[in-house]
């Protein structure tokens, strides 16, 4: 992914956009991402995520919880040109470039910003308003750190994405479950460390459960979890081959270098 910082004079900013912004290339320059050059900014996770919708039906509609400035579901619509995505995000400023990257993208016709709050019960005015079971899959990066302890970020934006009240994972699967078809899937990217709380908010809701750890190096731990799990399923639990980001000499593997540069499906073969 490239930055494009010197182009940022080029930028029209409308009263939302934060006056450090910048240009950053996706899928191998397919896909252009204005997004706050501090704070939470999107990369190889959103990247890795997309890439899990690999198969559904034709015309498949796409919910991207928490999307920020939309990047995961704008690289689902580069990737699948009959994709139909929705993306669904509570910051005004995110939501602002989310419509920025939609329309400089050309993907109007297919993609759109609904404002809302993930994480609040369905009766709530800032929930948002979506139809319930209308996605056939629906996509999270969830916050990754419990802002339960610790000294929170000074930049709200990097605040409220990376950090949220450990229930609140809960409250992602169960916006999810209620988004989704019956047989409807979804899938999530997290910290490795997060996956028994992910599969606890999963069970009663999804089946046939996939787990893909995510290595920075073969001989390191997975610093990451890609988690996927059918609607009503009764499937088990299915653990799948690593994917290793990087190689030993450095540079990015094969594999997941073509999920970054070509828009790759995430597959279970891993050559």
């Not at 990097?158 to 809960?170: E, F, G, T, W, Y």
């Not at 916006?175 to 979804?186: L, Q, S, T, Y």
């Not at 809701?205 to 787990?211: F, L, T």
């Amino acid at each position: 992914m490239t930055s494009l910082d010197n182009q940022a004079p080029l930028i029209d900013r409308g009263p939302e956009t934060p006056a450090a912004v910048t240009d950053d290339a996706f899928l191998g320059d397919r896909l252009y991402i204005l997004q706050p050059s501090s704070g939470y900014r999107a990369g190889i996770d959103a990247v890795l995520l997309a890439a899990s919708m690999t198969n559904g039906p034709a015309e498949p509609t796409i919910l991207d919880c928490g999307s920020g400035v939309g990047t995961v579901g704008l690289c689902v619509a580069v990737r699948c040109p009959d994709a139909r995505v929705t993306l669904v995000e509570r910051e005004p400023v995110l939501i602002d470039l989310a419509r920025r990257n939609i329309d400089r993208n050309g993907l109007q016709a297919r993609v759109s910003v609904v404002p809302g709050d993930v994480t609040s019960p369905a009766q709530k005015p800032e929930a948002p308003r979506l139809p319930a079971e209308s996605f056939d899959h629906v996509l999270a990066n969830p916050p990754y750190h419990d802002d339960s302890g610790g000294t929170p970020a000074r930049d709200p934006l990097k605040r409220a994405s990376h950090a949220m009240p450990a229930p609140d994972l809960d409250s992602w699967v169960r916006f999810a479950a209620r988004m989704n078809r019956p047989g409807g899937r979804v899938s999530l990217i997290h910290k490795a460390d997060a996956l028994p709380a992910l599969l606890v908010a999963l069970q009663d809701r999804y089946g046939a459960i996939a787990v893909t750890p995510i290595h920075p190096y073969a001989d390191k731990p997975a610093g990451r979890v890609l988690v996927s799990g059918i609607k009503a399923s009764r499937a088990p639990v299915e653990l799948r081959p690593p994917v290793v980001l990087h190689e030993l000499g450095g540079g990015f593997t094969p594999y997941v270098g073509r999920i970054l540069r070509e828009g790759a499906p995430l597959t279970s073969s891993r050559t």
